[in-house]
């Protein structure tokens, strides 16, 4: 089993930084692929930025040139993977979830639905 536990949301004006840090525990070396999806209220689940092990990343459209991703696995005991959050702006106001998958995700990388664990969360709130 792994779980997965985020830190670093806030709240900040727009066109701050912040940086989300995601703590992996438990049977690390399998999981394939993790990341970063958000909720707004009333909106769907989104990817947001999702690396595979070998280090390989994909970013979402919507924040590409903004945010990046990544991840330290030299310690499999804790493996940690970072959201860096540039020029946020209030539409990036959301609930950060960490979320990873042991299996390859045949429905695509940025399907939330192929990935079946997740952390609880952490808030970002991007103020005008």
């Known amino acids: 089993q792994v779980q997965l536990v985020e830190s670093g949301g806030a709240s900040v004006q727009a066109g701050g930084s912040l940086r989300l840090s995601c703590a992996a525990s438990g049977s690390t070396p399998d999981v394939r692929y993790w990341g970063w999806f958000r909720q707004a209220p009333g909106k769907e689940r989104e990817a947001v930025a999702i690396?595979?092990?070998?280090?390989?990343?994909?970013?979402?459209a919507s924040v590409k040139g903004r945010f990046t991703i990544s991840q330290d696995r030299a310690n499999m005991e804790k493996m940690m993977c970072y959201l860096q959050m540039n020029r946020l702006r209030p539409e990036d106001t959301a609930m950060y979830y960490c979320a990873g998958t042991l299996e390859y995700p045949s429905g695509g990388e940025l399907n939330p639905q192929e990935y079946e664990v997740w952390g609880q969360g952490t808030q970002v709130t991007v103020s005008s």
């Open positions: 690396i595979h092990r070998t280090g390989s990343p994909n970013i979402a």
